[in-house]
């Protein structure tokens, strides 16, 4: 079954400063990757994807991510954290289970912003 | 476009009640639905795959009686959970891919619904 892995549930960053999260996938196909964001008491908004095409995918606010097949990461940037990218990013890959294709989710990074 | 609406937002209910949680694709037909739970500052749990027509596939762990999952159409799903308990108490989010088309599994999420059990 395909993974992804977050590591560090919290991370702070001061306004103004770059965004890095992390996200490392394990899958035994060439993947489709996600980074999804939650705003409190909300579903999940979709911030870019990774499918086959562009390595350098860039996504809604800023932000973008590399796909990079030797280190199988999937990172996610930002150039300067605003206040209002306070929120919960979750990566994910596709993955098939009984026939099912779903996503697979990370822990989740809880993304703090500094004034 | 790929809307998916969720209702209620919020809901109180007694304990023992049954509740319902209606999971609709505005401007699109979703033959698949997935079902999430969401404990506070975690991940999303999925519950169950939701297939149009067919019953609902559940993941391990997840009680088929007291979460029901109907798919009567191709742009609604319900989930009931039965005879709440407090400990059901959660943020429940539903999705829908798209169908037809190249799939790459990206999923359309519903706003959520925080159910509190008292």
């Known amino acids: 079954a395909q993974s992804v892995t977050q590591l560090g549930s919290h991370v702070s960053v001061s306004e103004g400063a770059l965004v890095l999260l992390r996200c490392n996938y394990s899958s035994s196909v060439p993947p489709y990757l996600f980074w999804y964001v939650q705003y409190p008491n909300q579903g999940l908004q979709l911030l870019l994807k990774?499918?086959?095409?562009?390595?350098l995918v860039k996504g809604i606010n800023d932000f973008e991510a590399e796909f990079k097949k030797s280190e199988t990461s999937f990172h996610l940037t930002k150039p300067s954290a605003h206040m209002s990218d306070a929120a919960e990013y979750f990566c994910a890959v596709s993955d098939t289970k009984d026939g099912n294709n779903r996503l697979a989710f990370g822990k989740g990074n809880q993304v703090v912003v500094i004034p | 476009g790929a809307v998916v609406s969720q209702h209620p937002s919020w809901v109180i209910c007694k304990s023992g009640t049954s509740v319902k949680i209606e999971c609709r694709s505005l401007d699109f037909q979703a033959t698949t639905m997935f079902w999430y739970r969401q404990f506070p500052k975690q991940s999303l749990m999925l519950m169950a795959t939701s297939n149009e027509g067919s019953k609902a596939t559940y993941e391990q762990g997840v009680e088929k009686d007291k979460f029901l999952i109907n798919h009567a159409s191709l742009t609604l799903s319900t989930l009931t959970v039965t005879s709440a308990h407090p400990e059901d108490s959660s943020f429940y989010i539903c999705?829908?891919?798209?169908?037809?088309?190249?799939?790459?599994?990206?999923?359309?999420f519903g706003e959520g619904s925080r159910l509190t059990v008292l």
């Open positions: 999705s829908a891919r798209l169908a037809g088309g190249w799939d790459t599994g990206e999923l359309f």
């Open positions: 990774y499918t086959s095409a562009a390595t």
